[in-house]
């Protein structure tokens, strides 16, 4: 039973910025919000995380609205190799906690050339 | 390469018979967690392990499951007298920290064909 709701697909054009939408309406305080993905044969792949601030790295940024209930993941130049399954899991963070993730369906993106 | 490594990659076995996958989790990672998965579905939860110690079990994990990590470094996965239910990919992941921080790395998994 996955705490965060996504839409099943999504496509966008290469070169192009894509926006994931995800809701996690019930987050808790101490519980953060991960993005994987997983590219079709793989295992999935760490892109990202954050609690209540915005996040930005190498791969994508992260924006969680004010009031935590939802967030977007953004790929600024989306490439054919980011066609993937991306799931959005929140997870707790306090010490001593299972570090398990609870994955969903996830949200399929495919980008066109 | 410095990965998690699972072994063997593909696995086609008769129903009934008993398979066995093995886990090799990344280099001081003292977290180690085993994940299946069915076509269109996400992975789910099996079993966790903290270096040797088995914290948490999955009500999927029927008695026919058993995951052992014997000395906190590699894994087995057995399932015994297999289904044909029981085809899917299992996932391996390992991950470092005391908190529930630290990402998890996976493996490519281990696909099974039980016919």
């Known amino acids: 039973d996955a705490k965060t709701t996504q839409p099943p697909s999504m496509d966008c054009a290469e070169g192009r910025a894509a926006n994931l939408p995800c809701n996690h309406s019930t987050i808790s305080g101490n519980e953060y919000v991960y993005w994987y993905r997983q590219i079709h044969s793989q295992g999935p792949q760490y892109i990202i995380h954050?609690?209540?601030n915005n996040e930005t790295n190498e791969m994508a940024s992260l924006i969680i609205t004010e009031d935590r209930k939802s967030s977007t993941l953004i790929l600024p130049h989306a490439t054919l190799r980011d066609t993937a399954v991306y799931y959005c899991?929140?997870?707790?963070?306090?010490?001593?906690?299972?570090?398990?993730?609870?994955f969903g369906k996830g949200i399929t993106l495919s980008v066109r050339p | 390469d410095t990965g998690v490594s699972q072994d063997p990659r593909h696995k086609i076995t008769k129903r009934g018979q008993n398979v066995t996958f093995r886990c090799d989790p990344i280099s001081e990672h003292n977290r180690l967690y085993w994940y299946r998965q069915t076509l269109g579905q996400g992975p789910e939860f099996l079993t966790y392990?903290?270096?040797?110690?088995?914290?948490?079990k999955s009500r999927l994990l029927s008695d026919r499951f058993s995951a052992e990590r014997p000395k906190g470094s590699f894994s087995t996965l057995e399932i015994q007298r297999t289904e044909q239910g029981d085809s899917a990919m299992y996932l391996c992941?390992?991950?470092?920290?005391?908190?529930?921080?630290?990402?998890?790395?996976f493996g490519e998994g281990s696909r099974l064909t039980v016919l």
């Open positions: 992941a390992s991950s470092y920290g005391q908190g529930a921080d630290g990402e998890l790395f």
């Open positions: 954050g609690l209540k």
């Open positions: 392990f903290q270096n040797e110690a088995q914290l948490e």
């Open positions: 899991i929140v997870r707790v963070g306090y010490t001593g906690a299972n570090s398990k993730l609870t």
